[in-house]
């Protein structure tokens, strides 16, 4: 397992972090908002796989990200991780499920594309008269027929 010495801390390949001031391994978070492993160094939250990426991943194109190859967030181990650009990341994302798709697939999706469809035709009908017809509020319905939502049809 390789380590890297960063001020009064080594970073391990496996994504952990030992404290040499307390003699200890750190326990960090998990951030419940996005899931990703972190720890308290120096006063400031660093993300786990930031930190190994940088400690031993060398990035010659000087790419923004660090991509999970398998899609575990929480696997900070070095063979999972790559530099990446943003693009490459979140399809990678979509791809491992870690993002959900888009439209009908979405697991929140109240509407099908073809009621989308329908909707978008229903010109002489105000937005409340529509969302009654289709059992959404009536928010949601201005938010299709001006494209802020289902913007893909």
């Known amino acids: 397992m390789l380590q890297k010495d960063i001020g009064n801390y080594i970073v391990y390949s496996d994504g952990k972090v030992w404290s040499k001031t307390r003699n200890l391994f750190l326990e960090g978070r998990i951030d ?3 899931g990703y492993h972190s720890y308290r ?3 400031k939250w660093k993300l ?3 930190l190994v990426g940088e400690c031993f991943i060398e990035n010659p194109k000087n790419l923004p990200e ?3 190859k ?5 696997n900070n181990h070095l063979e999972n991780l790559e530099w990446s650009t943003k693009s490459y990341n979140m399809n990678h994302a979509y791809a491992t499920g870690l993002c959900y798709t888009q439209g009908e697939n979405h697991p929140k999706s109240f509407l099908t594309e073809k009621q989308v469809k329908e909707i978008r035709e ?3 009908l105000t937005q409340s008269q529509i969302a009654k017809m289709y059992g959404v509020h009536r928010a949601l319905i201005g938010k299709i027929l001006n494209r802020k939502t289902w913007k893909h049809i």
């Open 48 to 50: 786990a796989h930031r």
């Open 122 to 124: 229903l010109k002489n």
């Open 70 to 74: 398998d899609g575990n967030k929480l």
């Open 41 to 43: 160094i120096d006063r």
């Open 32 to 34: 419940y908002r996005h």
């Open 66 to 68: 660090i991509n999970h």
